[in-house]
Nanobody, 119 residues
Framework: QVQLVESGGGLVQPGGSLRLSCAAS????????MSWYRQAPRKQRQLVAT???????NYADSVKGRFTISRDNAKTTVDLQMNSLKPDDTAAYFC?????????????WGQGTQVTVSS
């Protein structure tokens, strides 16, 4: 059974930092593309950052230079280091995995972790 479990969310002041982590199980993590999404109240879910199985990364313009996505295939975890946080970063953050098995695409989501940036 595929499971993605996020952790590390919380309340932080503007300008502060948080590190989110997503622990994956039940998938061949090394071949999966891993992503972080976020969804603020009354807004659509948006892609924040992606890291491919080969380590290529991509970021939303709004977080470039402030957020860093990384993965540890041995631990089957993907992290999101968030620096210089702004109130606009307040959202529920979700981990997503995309992979192919037997030529079929699969996708799985975590339950999310709340990040609140406020003074």
């Amino acid at each position: 059974q595929v499971q993605l479990v996020e952790s590390g969310g919380g309340l932080v002041q503007p300008g502060g930092s948080l590190r989110l982590s997503c622990a994956a199980s039940g998938i061949d993590f090394s071949i999966a593309t891993m992503s972080w999404y976020r969804q603020a109240p009354r807004k659509q879910r948006q892609l924040v950052a992606t890291i491919t199985s080969g380590g290529r990364t991509n970021y939303a313009d709004s977080v470039k230079g402030r957020f860093t996505i990384s993965r540890d295939n041995a631990k089957t975890t993907v992290d999101l280091q968030m620096n210089s946080l702004k109130p606009d970063d307040t959202a529920a953050y979700f981990c997503q995995a995309d992979w192919t098995s037997a030529r079929k695409p699969y996708q799985s989501w975590g339950q999310g972790t709340q990040v609140t940036v406020s003074s």
